[in-house]
């Protein structure tokens, strides 16, 4: 049987190409818009910007390298490339799966860290560490990727025959040591730490403004905490949610029979895996008051060209890490606990 050919029924392999399709063009205006975004700000831009901007890279590269292909052999009902082309998407996708692993991962510590300096705004992180980090998890991706190409693990098509990722039930015998080095380093430890990170976040805001500091809470810090507990929820149950169920099922064909999974069961958690791109520009969008604003301001001034207009208030949250300052005619000097409140904004 050729390993190209589809296994799933024409009517699955038109809506798999159309969900791809779809996914391939929110991935890319989503993250164009991040990227478009940061670069208006670029002379406002602190150092942790730069692992959101990374991040958005890595996750249009994906869409704009991968997608395509897939759709194209989705509704051409086979592979459309060879051997040599089977192993540059497969090469691909883990790179840039790995990528964006490791880059949330940072940005979580990176957050983190960041979060237990808010009365010492004047202690921050670097442009070259930031830069430094960006530059390791291209590097680490990188590596991790060119692995199966020098004998450490294999690439091939997957069990639907439409798209090519890690030969996983090859590896049951020649490379099971690198699945189990794969899991432990790109799956099981970023999890942790990003949960980890998240909530140490949510739970260090919530013991600092546990009790009112010389008045009553601001109604907006109350908002802010549990802006910041659903964020970090939903940051980590979609880390888990979209390579879980693929890394499961892929594990299940390294330790049994690979056969046993049917092809739609196969397809199923890899269409999730895709969905990863898409996940982090609409969290910014849904939960950032500011860079929703930015995005109907830039929409308004295509449409009307009117010149583009940034503002912001105390109220603003911004999720994406963007700190906006305020004009400063009429405005008043900030008081210790503004300053802490607002160097909260971009860790959410």
């Not at 790179?95 to 880059?103: H, K, L, P, T, Y």
């Amino acid at each position: 049987m050729d390993a190209y050919s589809s296994t799933l029924s024409p009517a699955v392999d038109i809506g798999a190409g159309c969900y791809l399709l779809v996914v391939a063009v929110l991935s890319i205006i989503g993250n164009l818009l991040v990227l478009v975004m940061a670069f208006k700000r670029s002379a406002r831009m602190k150092p942790p910007e730069l692992l959101s901007v990374n991040l958005a890279l890595t996750d249009l590269g994906a869409a704009v390298t991968m997608y395509p292909l897939a759709v194209a052999s989705a509704w051409s009902h086979r592979w459309l490339g060879g051997d040599a082309v089977c192993v540059y998407y497969g090469l691909a996708g883990f790179f840039f799966g790995v990528a964006s692993i490791m880059n949330l991962t940072v940005l979580a510590v990176v957050r983190f860290i960041v979060s237990l300096n808010l009365q010492r705004p004047e202690e921050k992180i670097g442009w070259m560490k930031v830069k430094v980090l960006c530059a390791w998890t291209w590097l680490y991706a990188l590596v991790w990727a060119l692995l199966p190409v020098l004998g450490w693990g294999r690439y091939g098509p997957e069990p639907f025959g439409l798209s090519c990722s890690l030969a996983w039930g090859q590896m049951k015998h020649e490379g099971f040591s690198f699945v189990v080095a794969l899991f432990a380093f790109n799956l099981a430890a970023p999890a942790l730490v990003i949960a980890g990170c998240y909530f140490g976040i949510a739970f260090r805001l919530h013991c600092a403004y546990r009790k009112p500091r010389g008045g009553s809470r601001l109604p907006n810090v109350v908002r802010l905490h549990r802006r910041l507990l659903t964020i970090a929820v939903l940051v980590s149950a979609g880390f888990v949610g979209c390579w879980a169920p693929y890394g499961l099922v892929s594990l299940w064909s390294v330790l049994r029979d690979s056969g046993a999974v049917p092809p739609e069961l196969s397809l199923l958690p890899c269409m999730f895996a895709k969905s990863s791109t898409v996940y982090n520009p609409v969290i910014y969008y849904v939960f950032s008051r500011s860079f929703k604003r930015e995005v109907r301001e830039m929409r308004g001034s295509c449409l009307c060209t009117r010149s583009y207009r940034v503002s912001s208030s105390a109220h603003d949250d911004a999720v994406y890490m963007v700190k906006l300052r305020s004009p400063k005619t009429h405005a008043a000097a900030p008081s210790v606990r503004d300053t802490t409140e607002s160097n909260m904004l971009t860790l959410a």
